[in-house]
């Protein structure tokens, strides 16, 4: 099974409105990255947070991260139809292991 | 500067057939990596190279699969007697360092196995 896993596996909603997708994983990391994916193709990094850290911002993206539950969120504010992509997180599994992928979250904003 | 580059965009070829995916990392990155990302799902690890170190081949399906990075630079991926289930985006990415770092992907080969 994944080291990762989004929730929801699919997400529709309207221009102007936040979108929130969460990530759970299965073993200790060192940090948790999310990726965006548009049309299929490569992956554009977003934003990387560590597992010393609760909280970070990007622009309109505030990832946060809570190590005892061992889940992510990112959270999309004034979602824009340039925002409909697929949404991954990666875990490094800790210890060194390579990064792990969760299936997805697709996002659709209406406009 | 220049992002990574994969080559060719879209293959289509017989089953059977050997193809070669080639791979050209950000100049400097000593980190490679090969994922594989069938339609609807998430990226499957497939292969890393780490500078002049052995491999990681542990995510290779299949001993028809196989690569190699030549001077620590251009990568190619090989898939030898292709079958229907290869059909896949394979991606590269690479990194600066190592496999805990922001990778930065290309825009995959689209393949395509009849």
């Known amino acids: 099974s994944q080291q990762g896993e989004e929730d929801p596996q699919a997400l529709s909603i309207q221009e102007g409105e936040n979108a929130t997708m969460n990530c759970s994983y299965k073993t200790s990391i060192n940090n948790l990255q999310w990726y965006r994916q548009n049309s299929g193709r490569g992956l554009v990094h977003l934003i990387l947070?560590?597992?010393?850290?609760r909280e970070k911002h990007s622009g309109r993206l505030r990832v946060t991260l809570d190590t005892s539950k061992k889940s992510s969120s990112l959270l999309i504010t004034a979602s824009r139809a340039a925002d409909t992509a697929s949404y991954f997180c990666a875990t490094d599994g800790g210890a060194g292991n390579m990064l792990t992928f969760g299936g997805g979250t697709r996002l659709m904003v209406k406009p | 500067g220049a992002g990574v580059s994969q080559s060719p965009s879209n293959k289509v070829t017989e089953k059977g057939k050997d193809v070669e995916l080639r791979c050209d990392p950000i100049?400097?990155?000593?980190?490679l990596y090969w994922y594989r990302q069938s339609l609807g799902q998430g990226l499957e690890f497939l292969i890393y190279?780490?500078?002049?170190?052995?491999?990681?081949k542990s995510g290779l399906p299949s001993d028809r699969f196989s690569a190699e990075r030549t001077g620590g630079s251009v990568s190619t991926l090989t898939i030898q007697r292709t079958q229907q289930e290869d059909s896949a985006v394979y991606l590269c990415?690479?990194?600066?360092?190592?496999?805990?770092?922001?990778?930065?992907f290309g825009p995959g080969t689209r393949l395509l196995v009849l």
């Open positions: 100049s400097g990155h000593t980190a």
């Open positions: 947070i560590r597992s010393n850290e």
């Open positions: 190279f780490q500078g002049n170190s052995a491999p990681d």
């Open positions: 990415a690479s990194s600066l360092l190592g496999h805990q770092e922001t990778q930065y």
